[in-house]
């Protein structure tokens, strides 16, 4: 599967941007879609993920209540919604998929073997 992700952009803290991540070559049908994070001198950290087929979503504590991950079937393309962004979130956000990923590796992008590029977010103060 090959992965797209685009939306990134510049807001002011408060602000909203929607990041997309579409498939191509393959559905996401039976995949774990993640995304993922990494600042400037900083590791890559998780962000967000779900589970295509049950629609569970998981969340790192830093976005919780502020980033909600979604999916379209018909577009075969996954969404993470970030509201009230603040300048911490500024990074460049990449979307990855794996196949089989178990609950305690979710958050490990170790785990995920297909990655899209980065789109980049950033977010004034």
């Known amino acids: 599967v090959q992965l797209q992700a685009s939306g990134g952009g510049l807001v002011q803290a408060g602000g909203s941007l929607r990041l997309s991540c579409a498939a191509s070559?393959?559905?996401?049908?039976?995949?774990?879609v993640g995304w993922f994070r990494q600042a400037p001198g900083k590791e890559r950290e998780f962000v967000a993920a779900i589970r295509w087929n049950s629609g569970h979503t998981y969340y790192a504590d830093s976005v919780k209540g502020r980033f909600t991950i979604s999916r379209d079937n018909a577009k075969n393309t996954v969404y993470l919604q970030m509201n009230c962004l603040e300048p911490e979130d500024t990074a460049a956000y990449y979307c990855?998929?794996?196949?089989?990923?178990?609950?305690?590796?979710?958050?490990?992008?170790?785990?995920?073997?297909?990655w899209g590029q980065g789109t980049q977010v950033t977010v004034s103060s």
């Open positions: 990855a998929a794996s196949r089989t990923i178990i609950t305690s590796s979710i958050s490990s992008d170790v785990a995920y073997g297909y």
């Open positions: 070559g393959s559905t996401f049908r039976n995949y774990v």
